[in-house]
């Protein structure tokens, strides 16, 4: 480790011809920190405030005549010796302290007047105590918008902490080089100076000898990638690096450091497959120790390398999650339910965990956020009422900040769950006075699912339709993916059929033949197999024939029936087949758990639409659900609930 003299920072302030000498020499090699670069994100490493000694570290102090500047001139060259073991250093006079120390005071100070005062007022630092002052001047003065205060690189405490890093670099502890490199990055150091020029060769002939620790590997890893990205040749020699270690005693932090790393030097995870295996099994041994940013950061490299394999971490980790919702961030929450999503994960007690979380933070999260868990929650089919009555409130003030993709994110999970808020009036006259205002910024596809979500819950869009319907906005949803698919499609074939049945007092233009299906695809709301065969034999038992019911029968109004029966004027059976003297038309409706919210007993928006509009075509629909079937034992039972169900007036009269 080495030491940084305090006394080479008065030699720039010296008032002697030869201390201005220096001063503009110094100057002219600092000059490179005047200029600004483009603000990017930078991950700081956290600082190792370890004090350690040993007979190998350097020194860099001045020479005890040197404290008298004014009698005796120094040049620039002659700023710094190095001086032997630190061991004999003392606390008097307040020149030298303890690194423990002086982090604990380091972290106490929040603007860079108070560090540079802090710093000045010592006469001795080691390497790693002036790249830690580096890294907490980075954290106070670097904001999501780039440098605060850009003056602070012309002050001499700071010119004179890069010089001596530049001047000395070569004599430098690791973590002294590492965590000064990291730091001066962040403060947007132009990475063609000298100095990051001299850091980088170091950084580079140290990985060449192999004198870097796993910690160390990391950590320039991290900074090359903020400096130059995936593309620097230096990361690959890293990631050679990394796969001859043993990673078994392997910290959190040096965990998530290679995921981040392999993350975007080996996008398929194809190439280091072996190490990802022996990292997620060591991972897995840790999740319990792992903060809520460690955690994000690995299921984020986990989606981002497809490692689909690693089920039990992939497992250990959703669970692990469920503690640290109300401390994620934002960024990191996002991270999560994208993983969730990607691996196909539902823990109940997340869900329950966000239900306790939204409510309270919906006025301070970011619409990403919420976008992200409403889609969360559609995708799983999770009804949860606490968070939708919660975003229901949220869009309701938020609306007209909202972008177009972020409002349709918030509605759509309303109708595809079938839920109303308890003041959906509110919901939905907010919608439309934002459809009214901002109409044409919306994207076809995403109007589209807009209204046709409306649409499931019985909100009906009419000033909207005209232009769903006509010729020009259809031929902007072919042009764009994906295009008039089938899905797309049904969609425009229900609006209309809706616009028929429900809207009769609808003027606009109507659906061109041309663009509407013959059928309903049915892939998502297709009759459970085993639930649609109890229910079968249970008919079959209680009306003798085969021949009185049909199944999966197609109608003219593009709905698939599951079971049909037809009764004539008086209430006996007709044949299936027959066409003719019919009176009567039940249309049981087989619901399975996948036509429902999970863990729910509330119907899912498209077979919602589905049953209402059979009722008004004229069939007489009976629900066949499968909480009310699954606990009856045998045929007879299931028989004698299917009479009650289908024929209550004459249940009870006959065996």
């Known amino acids: 480790m080495a030491l940084i003299s305090r ?8 008032s002697t011809p030869a201390s201005r000498c220096a001063l503009m020499t110094l100057s002219k090699r600092l000059n490179f920190i005047r200029g600004q670069r483009k603000p990017q994100d930078c991950s700081s490493v956290a600082m190792r405030m370890l004090c350690v000694k040993d007979k190998s570290q350097y020194t860099f102090c001045r020479k005890k005549h040197v404290q008298n500047m004014q009698m005796q001139p120094v040049s620039v060259n002659e700023a710094v010796h190095l001086c032997g073991d630190t061991r004999n250093c003392t606390k008097s006079n307040n020149v030298w302290m303890d690194e423990q120390l002086f982090f604990k005071k380091l972290n106490n100070l929040c603007t860079s007047k108070e560090i540079f005062y802090f710093l000045s007022s010592l006469e001795v630092m080691s390497d790693i105590m002036a790249s830690g002052a580096l890294q907490k001047i980075s954290e106070v003065e670097v904001d999501d918008n780039g440098l605060k205060n850009p003056g602070l690189l012309e002050n001499e405490v700071f010119r004179a902490l890069c010089f001596q890093f530049e001047l000395e670099s070569s004599k430098l502890s690791n973590w002294g080089l ?29 990985l060449g000898r192999g004198q870097l620790t796993a910690e160390n590997l990391c950590a320039l890893g991290e900074s090359l990638l903020e400096l130059e990205g995936p593309s620097c040749a230096m990361l690959e020699q890293i990631v050679n690096h990394i796969q001859e270690r043993d990673i078994k005693s392997w910290s959190p932090r040096e965990i998530v450091m290679v995921y981040k790393i392999l993350q975007v030097t080996v996008r ?19 999740v319990s120790q792992l903060s809520p940013n460690f955690l994000s950061v690995i299921l984020n490299s ?30 990191e929450l996002v991270n999560v339910l994208e ?14 965990a966000l239900e ?12 990403q956020t919420v976008s992200k868990i409403m889609q969360y929650c559609c995708k799983k089919r999770i009804l949860s009422k606490p968070i939708f009555d919660a975003v229901a409130e949220g869009f309701i003030s938020s609306a007209d900040r909202l972008t177009t993709d972020q409002i349709a994110a918030y509605i759509i999970p309303f109708g595809t769950l079938n839920y109303l808020p308890p003041s959906p009036s509110s919901l939905f006259r907010k919608l439309e006075a934002v459809l009214h205002t901002r109409l044409r910024h919306f994207q076809p596809h995403t109007l589209l699912n807009l209204v046709y979500s409306c649409v499931l819950i019985q909100r009906y869009p009419i000033n909207f339709l005209p232009k769903i319907f006509s010729p020009y906005f259809l031929q902007k949803l072919q042009a764009q993916p994906p295009g008039l698919n089938r899905v797309v499609m049904s969609q425009l074939t229900q609006l209309f059929l809706t616009v028929t049945l429900e809207c009769p007092f609808y003027e606009g233009p109507k659906l061109l033949s041309k663009y509407q299906v013959k059928a309903f695809p049915t892939p998502q709301s297709s009759p459970d197999v085993h639930l649609f065969k109890r229910v079968k034999t249970g008919l079959l038992y209680l009306l003798k024939k085969r021949i009185y019911f049909a199944s999966e029968v197609s109608t003219p109004y593009f709905y698939i029936v599951d079971i049909e029966i037809k009764l004539d004027e008086e209430g006996f059976l007709l044949p299936a087949a027959q066409l003719e003297e019919v009176h009567r038309r039940i249309a049981l409706c087989v619901d399975g758990q996948n036509r429902f919210c999970a863990h729910s007993h509330n119907l899912l928006g498209e077979e919602a639409i589905k049953q209402r509009h059979l009722q008004l075509l004229g069939y007489e629909v009976v629900q066949i659900p499968f909480f009310e079937i699954e606990s009856l034992q045998n045929t007879r039972k299931i028989a004698d609930y299917l009479h009650k169900k289908i024929f209550p007036c004459t249940y009870g009269l006959s065996n």
């Open 7 to 14: 006394k080479s920072f008065q030699l720039y302030s010296s």
């Open 178 to 206: 590492l965590n000064a490199l990291q730091a001066l990055i962040k403060l947007r150091i132009d990475p063609q100076s000298t100095l990051m020029t001299s850091l980088l060769s170091e950084s580079e002939e140290r």
């Open 339 to 352: 993983a969730f999503l990607y691996f196909g994960q539902k823990v109940q007690m997340f869900t329950e």
């Open 302 to 331: 986990l989606v981002a390398l497809r490692q689909t394999q690693a089920v039990p971490l992939v497992t250990a980790l959703c669970k692990h999650s469920v503690k640290h919702v109300p401390y994620f961030t934002d960024h």
């Open 356 to 367: 306790r979380h939204v409510p309270k933070s919906i006025c301070t999260m970011h619409p």
């Open 268 to 286: 398929e995870g194809k190439q280091c497959q072996n190490l990802l295996n022996r990292l997620n099994s060591v991972t897995l041994h840790t």
